[in-house]
């Protein structure tokens, strides 16, 4: 097995950090206090190699840019704030199971975008 790289370390624990997916641009700026050499282009490579690992997923959410968070076994529903622009998680409490309600598919994962303004950027 490949060592992990000091890159790849500094990519994970900002992403172990956030309870929200981040852009590339975000990992950049906040990994940057870590290893400073870290540049645009070696987030891409490592956040490629990290996805096909599966360590973290890519968040795409229709008219936002992709986003990363770390692989978990949950499933989460997403919040686009129209003000600051940040993606919040949420989960559905509806008490009807999704394989009920998609009897004989395959679920595999799934996900919910809902749009608006967050609570702090409403007041
Ligand atoms: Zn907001």
Redesign the pocket.
Same mark, same amino acid.
């Given at each position: 097995m490949k060592r992990i790289t000091r890159q790849q370390e500094a990519i994970i624990q900002v992403l172990l950090k956030e309870t929200h997916p981040l852009t590339a641009y975000e990992i950049l700026n906040r990994s940057v206090k870590a290893v400073q050499s870290i540049n645009l282009s070696t987030i891409y490579r490592n956040l490629k190699y990290l996805l096909e690992k599966e360590t973290i997923r890519r968040i795409e959410i229709p008219g936002d840019t992709p986003r990363y968070e770390i692989k978990d076994s949950q499933s989460y529903n997403y919040f686009l %704030? *129209?003000?600051?622009?940040?993606v919040f998680r949420w989960h559905s409490k509806t008490n009807v199971p999704l394989e009920s309600q998609l009897q004989g598919f395959l679920i595999k994962n799934y996900s919910v975008s809902v749009y608006g303004? %967050? %609570? *702090? %950027?409403?007041r």
């Open positions: %704030c *129209d003000a600051c622009m940040q303004t %967050c %609570c *702090d %950027c409403k």
